[in-house]
């Protein structure tokens, strides 16, 4: 997902979120199942992202949540 403007979401949790401009939101998923969400910002007044970077943080949100299974296998491996 794409927003414009973080100073104009219409809820939000964290106020300091308000002093950015556009967001992106890529889900951490795997399975089906939801772990987390990457959230890129930018500055106001930078650009606003657009589909092919909505894309390459999807990639990297993939690999993320690869790298975060692997890491709680190895964990639990570590603690048996």
């Known amino acids: 997902m794409i927003v414009d403007s973080m100073s104009r979401a219409q809820t939000m949790r964290l106020p300091e979120l308000a002093a950015f401009g556009s967001a992106l939101y890529a889900p951490l ?3 089906g199942v939801s772990s987390g969400v990457l959230i890129l910002l ?3 007044g930078a650009p606003e992202f657009d589909a ?3 894309s390459l943080a999807e990639s990297l949100a993939s690999q993320a949540t690869l790298a975060l ?3 709680s296998a190895r964990h639990a491996q570590d603690v048996a």
């Open 52 to 54: 092919s970077e909505l």
């Open 69 to 71: 299974e692997l890491a």
């Open 42 to 44: 930018r500055q106001i």
């Open 29 to 31: 998923r795997s399975r």
